[in-house]
């Protein structure tokens, strides 16, 4: 197409890029097809005049030979300016494209071919064009050469082809618009009446009153009616035998006479608007095309043994492909309202191509030279079509595009990239479940007329029942193999085999196979999955969650130990004022050493009433606990390894490191510089000296006296600017910040033991006070103290494979008991024989022990 110059690659941005169907021809080349259905609502179309058929029998009337043309790929003959070209880009995985030449399926693509050949060949006599078809005639043969002549030298001259198996030469009669025009004239084409004609007799009393409906429908138009159905209206009497004989055959011949001659059946009239009604049933097609109601011509074809296997969407397609072929005179380049009464066919008309089944997408593609709007009407309100569809011509209807149909959708089936063996496997699978059965029967017998009606395990399926189809007793929906019950879960572990998270499974899985509930499925398997949950990521962060403002100082303070520059720190700070205490100690983190520098800060500033603590060493030691009850302090224990829930004291910590190793660097006093940082006021607060003492501490730096002096603070002053800051924290904060779930006890749950480890199965036995701590128990029984931020709630059954480890580790902590205590038991019975045997004993054999004065 590039070296034809029929399209171009586009590398600039344009406003428009349409999508493209690429499929396979049966000689094994690929098709490009443009999907312009979005662009075709927004053309505004020229709307170029058509000759009615009065003009056309007056300007034929007279000629006796004629020739008809079939321009070949008649639109890649029309350029397209640069707007328009811009218009028809598509998109494909080599980048973007463009047309341009006309491309198929353009709404306008007829009237703008039928203005131009019409411009082409106005001048010359003896030339009729309608839409794509160039119809030269002449009242003698030698007339008729010499415009047949002209035309192709003016075609030579354009450039213009013609498709020479489609073409009629010199021929006495015509066929054209259901009319054969020859040198006696104009008569109706038989083959528009035909399906009314040898319609065959009713057999029983539900064919008859299906034929007197549709002859009911054209009542209005049909004189005295009444009395002409009389004799066949009375076979539908109760009580009435079946007895069709001559008067009857006599009756109904002529009744299809009438409705298939004037006034019943119409001229074709370009000016009105058309309406195509096309049915389907097992074995047949039908198809009306009507104008006000009023028939212009009738068609009814059987199906091949092959289309009878059809599903039940694919034979209304089918019928509607069937209505647009025989009448393509008619409204090839028209909008034309379908009239069908299956649903599904009227969602997979505003579909886009590449989402239609592979089944319905050929028919689908075939469709794509004509304006249509589908709509869906009750099949009871069908007369007509539905009549012809039960009572169809024995001539099958072989569509242009059934050869390469069957090659496609079998493409689709050998495309399945999984040996013979495993096709063969769920062959079996989806022949052996009943309700896969049942699916099939609802798609090539059709589905119910309402979703309650359906068998209660399929209701799944009635919103898609346009995208099931059928490929080689396979069940697909559009191309995704619906796979049967008793292989999901094989499929399950097969989706999940390289352990990928939630959202991954399902794009996966979503794009190759298709089950009902399949995305349920695999939530739950990725959520079961003990792998999975042994390397999640962490947590995400919750909001901002503080401590209730202190409403003094020294009221509430926070401790934590630092190690920098090989000595150990104790770091103590207030609450409300931020005051920092720093403590050197001289020996390791021991209880005693932490007690006695506590001891010297609270007997300078005063006993807290409460003291925050990370609850680690030496901090839940009995000797920590024994000083804090004696000197009638709480003590608050923040989550184990989650710095941010004693963030006070992690927040001094990190001040006081950053101001020791500026001082090393530069050699200044660390003192002078700490005693800088308690004078300095921060933000919208005093210092916090002046806070916690109610004044100003003198520096080295030259201060008036008058800053010297005490001035309190008051606590209103200090809440209001207090919950300003907190207000604009948590703002900030919370940002991209989401609230996990509370637990319960007995909520099975993973957790992590350090925060640097893998998540582990556990058990939740205690919320405590402070909302976001919890005590959980661990598959061995072990019991820890942890935030919610290092544990993930486990919404499934795998609370059966905890409680299977934790019974498993419960039988062997007391299989190890046991036998830690026959060890214990055996190293005692040894250890008193060993003790018989070497100690002194008596004649009598009583063991001689020795005072204990004698051991000291």
Request: proline share 5%.
């Amino acid at each position: 197409m590039s070296k034809l110059k029929v399209i171009e690659k586009v590398t600039y941005p344009t406003e428009w890029v349409n999508s493209v169907v690429v499929t396979v021809k049966k000689s094994g080349q690929l098709r490009i097809c443009l999907d312009p259905r979005n662009l075709n609502r927004y053309i505004v179309r020229e709307r170029y005049p058509l000759k009615s058929i009065d003009e056309i029998r007056s300007i034929l009337n007279g000629a006796s030979y004629f020739s008809h043309l079939d321009a070949y790929s008649g639109f890649w003959m029309l350029k397209l300016d640069d707007a328009s070209s811009d218009l028809c880009t598509f998109q494909t995985p080599f980048g973007r494209y463009r047309y341009l030449r006309l491309p198929y399926g353009i709404n306008a693509s007829s009237e703008i071919f039928q203005r131009v050949m019409s411009d082409i060949f106005s001048d010359i006599e003896g030339v009729l064009i309608f839409v794509d078809d160039i119809l030269v005639f002449g009242e003698t043969e030698q007339i008729h050469n010499q415009r047949l002549l002209k035309v192709m030298q003016r075609a030579r001259e354009v450039n213009l082809k013609f498709n020479k198996n489609k073409c009629k030469f010199s021929v006495n009669e015509i066929c054209f618009l259901g009319y054969i025009f020859s040198k006696e004239g104009a008569k109706v084409d038989q083959n528009k009446v035909k399906a009314i004609l040898d319609m065959p007799d009713p057999t029983n009393v539900k064919e008859l009153q299906r034929i007197l409906g549709m002859i009911n429908y054209l009542g209005p138009f049909i004189e005295n009616l009444s009395d002409k159905t009389k004799i066949l209206r009375n076979l539908l009497k109760k009580n009435t035998i079946w007895l069709w004989d001559e008067n009857c055959s006599q009756c109904l011949q002529s009744l299809k006479e009438e409705i298939t001659k004037s006034p019943i059946l119409v001229h074709y009239n370009p000016n009105i608007p058309l309406i195509l009604s096309v049915d389907s049933s097992k074995s047949a097609l039908g198809a009306v095309l009507m104008q006000n109601k009023q028939p212009i011509a009738y068609s009814s074809k059987t199906l091949t043994a092959t289309q009878e296997r059809y599903a039940q969407i694919e034979k209304e397609l089918l019928a509607i492909q069937f209505g647009c072929e025989k009448f393509h005179q008619y409204v090839y380049g028209n909008k034309v309202t379908v009239h069908t009464d299956h649903k599904p066919l009227v969602y997979l008309f505003k579909k886009p191509l590449n989402d239609v089944p592979a089944r319905l997408q050929r028919m689908m593609l075939s469709l794509q030279a004509y304006d249509l709007n589908v709509i869906y009407v009750p099949g009871k309100e069908m007369y007509i079509s539905d009549t012809l569809s039960r009572a169809a011509l024995k001539e099958n209807f072989i569509p242009k595009y059934e050869s390469d149909l069957s090659f496609h959708v079998n493409s689709l089936y050998s495309n399945l990239a999984i040996s013979q063996e495993y096709k063969n496997k769920i062959l079996i699978a989806t022949n052996s479940d009943k309700d896969l059965q049942k699916l099939k029967k609802y798609c090539l017998e059709g589905w119910p007329v309402s979703k309650n009606k359906m068998d209660p395990l399929l209701k799944y399926y009635w919103n898609i029942q346009g995208e099931i189809h059928i490929i080689n007793d396979l069940l697909f929906k559009g191309d995704k193999l619906i796979i049967p019950k008793s292989m999901q879960s094989e499929m399950l572990r097969k989706v999940h085999e390289g352990h990928q998270g939630i959202n991954k499974s399902l794009n996966l899985a979503r794009s190759i196979i298709f089950w009902p509930n399949m995305s349920a499925d695999i939530k739950n398997l990725v959520d079961q999955c003990l792998i999975c949950a042994k390397f999640k990521p962490n947590n995400q962060q919750e909001p901002l969650q503080s401590y209730d403002i202190t409403k003094f100082p020294w009221q509430q303070v926070g401790i934590d130990l630092m190690y920098f520059n090989n000595k150990n720190y104790l770091v103590v700070t207030d609450y409300y004022s931020k005051f920092i205490e720093l403590a050197i100690l001289n020996s390791q983190y021991t209880a005693s050493n932490i007690i006695i520098q506590l001891k010297s800060i609270f007997a300078r500033h005063g006993i807290p009433m409460k003291l925050v603590s990370d609850g680690g060493p030496p901090f839940n030691s009995a000797e920590f606990k024994s000083f804090l009850y004696s000197w009638d302090i709480e003590h608050i224990m923040t989550s184990p390894y989650h710095p941010k829930s004693n963030g006070q004291a992690e927040s001094s910590v990190k001040i006081m490191k950053n101001l020791l190793k500026k001082c090393l660097e530069s050699n200044t006093d660390p003192y002078m510089a700490l005693l800088q940082y308690r004078n300095t006021p921060k933000a919208n607060f005093p210092s916090p000296a002046q806070l916690l003492m109610s004044r100003n501490l003198r520096m080295h730096i030259p201060i008036t006296n008058k800053k010297l002096k005490p001035k309190i603070v008051t606590f209103n002053e200090y809440k209001n600017n207090f919950e300003k800051n907190r207000a604009r924290s948590k703002i900030y904060y919370d940002r991209n910040k989401k609230q996990l779930p509370l637990l319960q006890p007995g909520d099975y749950i993973t957790f992590k033991k350090m925060p640097n480890s893998d998540w582990l199965p556990g058990k939740v036995i205690k919320r405590l006070d402070c909302q976001r701590s919890y005590i959980i128990e661990d598959a061995e029984g072990k019991r820890y103290r942890r935030n919610r931020f290092l544990i993930k709630f486990n919404c499934n059954d795998s609370c059966h494979k905890f409680d299977e480890m934790q019974s498993n580790n419960s039988e062997e902590r007391d299989s190890q008991q046991r036998n830690r205590q026959m060890d214990t038991n055996n190293k005692e019975l040894d250890k008193n024989i060993n003790f018989q045997e070497n100690c002194n004993k008596s004649r009598s054999g009583r063991v001689i022990k020795k005072p204990v004065k004698l051991n000291l």
